[in-house]
């Protein structure tokens, strides 16, 4: 049976970018929790669903398909969004939709049907302390504001996104930050067996290169159980 492997933190601290080498070394699955509460913000913009309507969004989500492929596409109701969600209107709405329980048990479910077959390494915010709480190894992944500010304003450029200038992404990352540790469901926070890495001074290799190193005592058990 495979591991899985939880990864969390708040946003942009390379959670997406790490699990995705680390999928690729271990031939495991990435999932991306984030982009389904994405998915679920883009909707509720595009049919015109207030964001805190909680009775309306759950409604919504109960006739929304949200598929999210191993080669990193994300299809919402058979349609590629995968550089849609990536808006800066689209993270404030997603850490708004984000804070209502019931859409978050929704998605949760979702997210744990997923994984059941092991295999996985998923990154959100809740997968440690909710989604996958048995999950082998669990990673909370830090970086100072600025890191991160830097790194989606380079990541914007790099893939066409329109964008905003740095002090204003940090700006809105801090926002996010406190919203998304100070909500009542599921705030961010590390679990208590889960190993901090602050990504501030590292490259993408040293923090995967630390993650396989946690996670090698499993894979090899895995081997010798196979
Ligand atoms: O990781 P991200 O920036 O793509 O996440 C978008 C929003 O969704 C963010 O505000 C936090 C929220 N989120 C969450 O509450 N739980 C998760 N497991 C993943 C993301």
């Known amino acids: 049976m495979k591991i899985n492997i939880a990864i969390d933190g708040p946003s942009a601290a390379g959670k997406s970018t790490i699990a995705k080498r680390l999928a690729t070394l271990l031939g495991y699955v990435h999932l991306d929790t984030g982009a389904m509460y994405r998915c679920t913000a883009l909707k509720c913009v595009r049919t015109g669903i207030a964001l805190d309507d909680e009775d309306a969004v759950c409604e919504m989500l109960k006739e929304t398909e949200i598929v999210l492929t191993p080669e990193g596409g994300v299809y919402l109701d058979g349609e590629d969004v995968s550089l849609a969600i990536r808006a800066d209107e689209i993270s404030m709405a997603a850490s708004k939709v984000s804070a209502l329980k019931r859409v978050r048990s929704d998605l949760v479910a979702r997210q744990q049907e997923m994984a059941k077959a092991g295999g996985f390494i998923m990154d959100g915010r809740d997968i440690g302390t909710v989604v996958l709480k048995d999950a082998e190894v669990k990673i909370f992944m830090t970086a100072s504001a600025e890191a991160r500010a830097e790194r989606r304003y380079r990541q914007n450029l790099e893939k066409g996104i329109e964008t905003s200038d740095i002090e204003t992404i940090a700006e809105e990352i801090r926002q996010r930050d406190y919203d998304d540790t100070h909500r009542a469901n599921s705030p961010l926070r590390k679990a208590d067996d889960a190993v901090e ?30």
């Open 197 to 226: 890495i602050d990504t501030s001074y590292m490259t993408i290799e040293e923090v995967v290169e630390k993650i396989h190193s946690l996670a090698l005592p499993f894979l090899e058990k895995e081997e010798t159980d196979a």
